[in-house]
């Protein structure tokens, strides 16, 4: 496991060079995310495959499944041991059958190398992802975010994210990738942290 980022130093930046989100570090601070180990990379990967476009009450139930067919920690051998009828009979459809077995060999040959993640760069990781079906921009960014705590990570894939942005600035529509590249770059190198106080004004919002 890689070492915590210094998030107060991150804080102490973002109140002097963006003043539209010092108010948000004043309320939500301080951050309290913390890399993942990486003996969770696979199961955390394993959950976001089977999590696409299902409501999280489903796909939580499914990795308890998974749990109970293949043991706790879920392994890339324990899938791969589980044939495809055990698979499918806990309620995963057959695309994501195909997925979760071809994520796994990925891991055992090496095309993915999650034991050396944490000395590689976000855009490394995110080319070695990228390969593995199922595996989508808005799930390797929330894993270099979440898992990783990689400190400049914008999200572009988030709905939540981009409108929240859409707010706070003032735009007329929900901007697309290049252009919150271009509406972020001042946030820079601390553009994770941003985000993650976006993310707690918007969770406060839903509340109301």
């Not at 939500?28 to 955390?44: G, N, R, V």
């Not at 993915?112 to 990228?130: A, E, N, P």
């Amino acid at each position: 496991m890689c070492q915590a980022p210094d998030w107060s130093v991150g804080d102490r930046y973002l109140r002097e060079n963006v003043p539209e989100l010092a108010p948000l570090v004043d309320r939500y601070s301080p951050c309290p995310l913390k890399p993942k180990s990486k003996e969770s990379y696979f199961t955390i990967l394993l959950t976001g495959i089977i999590a696409q476009q299902l409501p999280p009450d489903v796909s939580q139930q499914l990795m308890q499944r998974l749990e109970g067919l293949t043991g706790n920690p879920i392994t890339p051998q324990a899938v791969l041991a589980a044939s495809a009828e055990d698979l499918l009979s806990i309620g995963l459809v057959k695309q994501k059958v195909d997925y979760l077995r071809s994520f796994a060999e990925a891991v055992i040959n090496g095309s993915v190398t999650m034991d050396k993640f944490d000395d590689m760069t976000d855009s490394q990781i995110t080319k070695q992802l990228m390969q593995i079906r199922g595996l989508g921009q808005w799930t390797i960014e929330m894993f270099l975010l979440l898992a990783l705590c990689r400190t400049d990570v914008v999200p572009s894939a988030d709905f939540i994210f981009k409108k929240e942005l859409q707010k706070m600035l003032n735009l007329s529509e929900i901007p697309k990738r290049g252009k919150i590249n271009t509406l972020t770059e001042t946030w820079r190198p601390w553009r994770s942290l941003a985000v993650w106080y976006i993310w707690q004004k918007a969770n406060d919002s839903e509340k109301k």
